[in-house]
């Protein structure tokens, strides 16, 4: 195993997540760490970062380093983004910041910090077209991505930071000041060509402010998962938070819930910029990634082909890394899934669900088991929770939910009480898909109870009132067919069918 330290250092904040990189190819972040470091911020009308922002940054740093000697990091990737682009003074902060921590930084070109952008959020999203919108202190930068591939690359050079300082939006605001930083907004993008050939694509928001939209809306609704990362908003959602933040002063917004107090003072210039494109591009959905440059980083460092050709799965990718962390027999798990989704196959005379389903069965399947990382007694508990806050990517929440649900059947019948917590967003069919394909996972996992690949696959027949499930085993498989049946009164439960079994 090896470690590796990955710092951004941004306009507002230099950020450091510390990553475990394990023998067998899989991944896991260990640790992250923030400052509030505003290099732009108060910079001099001939571009020079003043004195006293390259001090809180070389004390940031010395301060990360203290870190990663703690964890054992062994490698150290450090980048500048649009902070210091534009700043005269470039070369002697770099040369000032290295002789003071000995950290080498790389100063990022706008296209390159946009390409790691895009790295982090379509290998962490199953999503085949749409617009990603990076928003920091000092620039935006813009991907069009058609069929998984780059199209299109932006970087504008305007930001929360630069956007406050230069309207004024600090505090309270007049109608013009608004008017004046949209219209400013606009002229920008319009000198982008390929703006005008897209449209009526979702929005991919990045960045503390977009994560900052989807919090407080999450907590305006009481939505009942606290998951930022594929968060869903309507247009109309981020607009109607924008009307509202307009109206307030500083001492408003600090009381917004959701809200963290260090970006109140800059979250109605973000809500401003974002609206505005979102408008531009006639975006009816926007999607939160928490996924960005750090994580495209990581994920090129571990795959350098990532760089040339991004996973046609966000979710094969985050299994492959989840499975390998986290279950205790792999190939159990496996088979598990494998068995799941081929009674899933058979039964669709029954169940009447579409090919998407099959996505969530095989994450159930493959997962089923992680909860043993925490112990085996109530283990599928410990599954449920590990699958609602691991990086399982790919999914949406509703989705991500209905798996985990399904993980924690193998284990426990139809869980009544937890489905009324998650009443806004499963609904009564839901469940009953849940515990439809709840009861095969079950059923599976019988077939492999004792995790030595007896029973290999198995036929479904349905038959009047029956379905014949037949297992072709390479020996035995009494007691994994007994231990199968004991589902049988669930089975005919969800599905109106008796269970024999070969």
């Known amino acids: 195993m090896k470690k590796l330290a990955v710092i951004d250092i941004g306009s507002n904040n230099a950020r450091m997540v510390i990553v475990s990189i394990f023998d067998n190819g899989s991944f896991r972040i260990i640790d992250e760490l923030k400052e509030p470091v505003r290099l732009i911020s108060d910079m001099t009308q001939d571009n020079i970062i003043r004195p006293r922002r390259i001090q809180q940054l070389i004390k940031t740093l010395l301060m990360f380093k203290r870190l990663c000697a703690a964890n054992g990091v062994t490698d150290i990737i450090a980048v500048l983004t649009a902070a210091v682009r534009r700043a005269a003074n470039q070369r002697s902060f770099l040369d000032e910041v290295y002789s003071a921590t000995g950290i080498n930084l790389t100063l990022l070109t706008g296209e390159q910090e946009a390409i790691y952008v895009y790295q982090g959020v379509i290998n962490s999203m199953d999503i085949d077209a749409g617009v990603i919108m990076d928003i920091g202190g000092g620039t935006v930068e813009l991907v069009h991505f058609e069929k998984r591939q780059i199209r299109d690359v932006a970087c504008l050079p305007f930001g929360t930071l630069t956007l406050t300082e230069q309207f004024g939006t600090y505090d309270r605001v007049n109608p013009e000041q608004m008017e004046a930083i949209e219209?400013?907004?606009?002229?920008?993008?319009?000198?982008?060509p390929w703006m005008n050939t897209v449209s009526n694509l979702p929005m991919i928001g990045?960045?503390?402010?977009?994560?900052n939209i989807g919090k407080v809306l999450r907590r305006k609704k009481k939505y009942s998962l606290d998951i930022a990362h594929n968060y869903h908003m309507t247009a109309d959602e981020v607009k109607s938070v924008y009307n509202g933040v307009m109206k307030m002063d500083l001492d408003g917004r600090m009381k917004i819930k959701g809200l963290s107090n260090?970006?109140?003072?800059?979250?109605?210039?973000a809500l401003a910029a974002i609206t505005t494109i979102i408008e531009r591009l006639n975006c009816a959905d926007v999607y939160v990634s928490c996924a960005g440059l750090r994580e495209g980083i990581i994920y090129e460092h571990i795959e350098p082909q990532l760089a040339v050709k991004a996973v046609p799965s966000a979710l094969d990718f985050s299994l492959k890394n989840l499975s390998g962390l986290y279950n205790e027999n792999e190939e159990h798990a496996k088979r598990v899934a494998q068995l799941s989704l081929s009674m899933f196959e058979q039964l669709r005379q029954l169940h009447k669900l579409?090919?998407?389903y099959a996505r969530i069965v095989k994450a159930a399947g493959m997962l089923h088991d992680i909860g043993l990382k925490i112990r085996y007694y109530d283990h599928h508990r410990h599954t449920f929770y590990?699958?609602?806050n691991c990086n399982l990517y790919g999914f949406n929440h509703h989705d991500r939910l209905m798996a985990a649900f399904i993980a924690e059947f193998h284990r426990k019948e139809e869980p009544k009480k937890d489905y009324i917590k998650y009443a806004d967003i499963l609904s009564g069919e839901d469940i009953e898909i849940i515990n439809k394909m709840g009861v095969l996972l079950r059923i599976a996992e019988s077939f492999d109870r004792c995790m030595s690949g007896v029973v290999t696959n198995v036929s479904c027949d349905i038959l009047g009132d029956s379905v014949i499930v037949k297992t072709n085993a390479t020996m035995d498989a009494t007691l994994e067919i007994k231990d199968a049946l004991t589902s049988s009164t669930i089975f005919k439960k969800a599905y109106g069918k008796n269970l024999v079994i070969l």
């Open 386 to 388: 590990m699958m609602l």
């Open 354 to 356: 579409p090919n998407s």
């Open 183 to 192: 219209s400013f907004i606009k002229e920008k993008i319009d000198e982008l």
């Open 206 to 211: 990045v960045g503390g402010s977009y994560r």
């Open 262 to 269: 260090e970006r109140a003072d800059i979250f109605l210039s």
